[in-house]
């Protein structure tokens, strides 16, 4: 039992992943922070752009000849 302790203990196989599974939750986590406290101002910024598009010319260009 003392063998088998000793060479989980030891095995690093999967530590690569468990890092990468460990960044990747908080990067989501602080996105998700980000995006919780400024989604008034990004809402407001896809309602202007939105608005802009509504007043672009729906006629097509033509060169002058």
Known sequence: MKHL???F???E???GLVEYALILAL???GL???LVF???QIGNIFVNIGNKL???PT???TTPS
């Open 32 to 34: 998700f922070l980000v």
């Open 59 to 61: 006629n097509s260009f």
């Open 54 to 56: 509504k007043e672009a």
């Open 9 to 11: 203990w030891t095995d």
């Open 38 to 40: 400024l989604r008034d």
């Open 5 to 7: 302790f000793k060479s």
């Open 13 to 15: 196989s999967g530590q």
């Open 27 to 29: 990067v989501a986590i």
